[in-house]
């Protein structure tokens, strides 16, 4: 088992056939999660071709992930929480200062994906938008969204199968809003 410390990621290479299991052990705590192709880094998890492709904004089993090249990349095999995010960006310091009105230092998934994917020569700006696993995006409507805290229970999990050679880039969410107000740790295995 690998843990993954509040506020805090991790990075790491997934085989083609391999398994992730990412388990939120405490409930209520969100993980960010990005993909890149192994071989070619260009290609990238794709928030639109997912939604676009899975016609659905709600992301669960029996969906895959798709790249910006339209090629699938994950399939999402057991989701035991059935609710997760694909609309939103990863926290960043900025989301602390627009939203938060806090402009001291603030630990964001975006400075953890980046900082635990530098090793991979994925830079920030590389980054795209996350696949937030058990974050609970609300939609009025009207179209105006809210986030609330996060259904799962402890011990929830996904099980994702990869499709081809992957870098994975994971965190524990580091926003407030997110995580009904606190943080915890986020854990995963790597199944053969």
């Known amino acids: 088992m690998n843990v993954i410390e509040k506020q805090s990621g991790a990075a790491f290479k997934l085989k083609k056939g391999q398994k992730l299991k990412v388990i939120d052990p405490q409930g209520e705590q969100v993980s960010d999660m990005v993909l890149f192709n192994a071989e070619d880094t260009r290609e990238k998890i794709s928030s639109g071709k997912t939604l676009d492709f899975e016609e659905n904004i709600l992301i669960t089993r ?6 910006n090249r339209s090629n699938k990349m994950m399939e999402i095999l057991e989701d035991t929480n059935g609710r997760n995010d694909f609309l939103l960006a990863p926290c960043s310091p900025e989301t602390f200062k627009i939203m938060y009105g806090n402009s001291d230092y603030h630990p964001s998934c975006f400075e953890n994906l980046y900082t635990n994917l530098a090793k991979f ?49 994971l965190t524990a969410c580091s926003a ?14 790597i199944l053969d």
Do not use: C, R
Not at 62 to 67: A, F, I, V, Y
Not at 126 to 152: C, E, H, R, W, Y
């Open 121 to 169: 020569d994925i830079e920030p700006d590389d980054i795209p938008t996350a696949f937030n696993i058990f974050m609970n995006v609300k939609f009025q409507p009207d179209g105006k969204l809210s986030v609330d805290p996060p259904m799962s229970k402890a011990g929830d999990h996904v099980i994702f199968e990869a499709k081809m050679d992957l870098i994975v880039g």
């Open 176 to 189: 407030e809003d997110s995580n009904g107000g606190s943080f915890k740790p986020i854990h995963y295995e």
């Open 62 to 67: 029996g969906d895959h992930l798709w790249s």
